[in-house]
């Protein structure tokens, strides 16, 4: 079966780093790129970027560059979302998608991973 | 913010057609596919359609979807209560290099 199995939910304070996890089984992680996607409670879906696992190339979503790092270590079929520095307003739920070639749209994604930021 | 524009919401009776748009420009919709999620409550995305009016495996074709010039449409024929959900449309937005969401329509099945 194909899958991405995220990490799960975590509660961190502003200013805490913060590192979650995406594992593809099923099928060629190198081969597909994976995307991340926020949203925030009560919200709709952001697009934050992709990374190809294959030769880890990355785009950011011009919202989302420098506020985060997507990264993905293809020997564990493993994609990572970090934050160096937490902030209230990352508070949200976190999906991984495997995005099939890219006009084809996400065709599986992960259950979620909600992060929760407060003091 | 999104650079493709949704109706908040829409509804209708069981075995009803509802119909969703999603209006964008040149750089997404105009030029690009587009692709259509359906979000159950507290559940995952998944996939509705794709390229515009293509269904993956296991979609029922109560589902369509379509596409003229910057806008897109996505119909539910034969509405049943288990479509009550959020629905999104996406595309590559050639400007942005990169994926953009329409702002969800939330459906309700009265």
């Known amino acids: 079966e194909v899958q991405l199995v995220q990490s799960g939910a975590e509660v961190k304070k502003p200013g805490e780093s913060l590192k979650i996890s995406c594992k593809g089984s099923?099928?060629?992680?190198?081969?597909?790129?994976i995307g991340w996607v926020r949203q925030m409670p009560g919200k709709g879906l952001e697009w934050m970027g992709i990374?190809?696992?294959?030769?880890?190339?990355?785009t950011y979503s011009p919202s989302f560059q420098g506020q985060v790092t997507i990264s993905a270590d293809k020997s564990i079929s493993t994609a990572y979302l970090q934050w160096s520095s937490l902030q209230a307003s990352d508070t949200a739920m976190y999906y991984c998608?495997?995005?099939?070639?890219?006009?084809?749209?996400?065709?599986?994604w992960g259950q979620g991973t909600m992060v929760t930021v407060s003091s | 913010q999104s650079v493709l524009t949704q109706p908040p919401s829409a509804s209708g009776t069981p075995g009803q057609r509802v119909t969703i748009s999603c209006s964008g420009s040149s750089s997404n919709i105009g030029g690009n596919p587009v692709n259509w999620y359906q979000q159950l409550p507290g559940t995952a995305p998944k996939l509705l359609i794709y390229i515009n009016n293509q269904r993956p495996s296991g979609v029922p074709d109560r589902f369509s979807g379509s596409k003229s010039g910057t806008s897109a449409s996505l119909a539910i024929s034969g509405l049943q209560s288990e479509d009550e959900a959020d629905y999104y449309c996406a595309a590559w937005d050639d400007s942005l290099s990169g994926y953009v969401f329409g702002t969800g329509t939330k459906v309700t099945v009265l």
């Open positions: 998608a495997r995005l099939i070639g890219q006009y084809n749209g996400f065709d599986i």
């Open positions: 099923g099928y060629s992680f190198s081969s597909y790129w």
């Open positions: 990374i190809f696992p294959g030769d880890s190339d990355t």
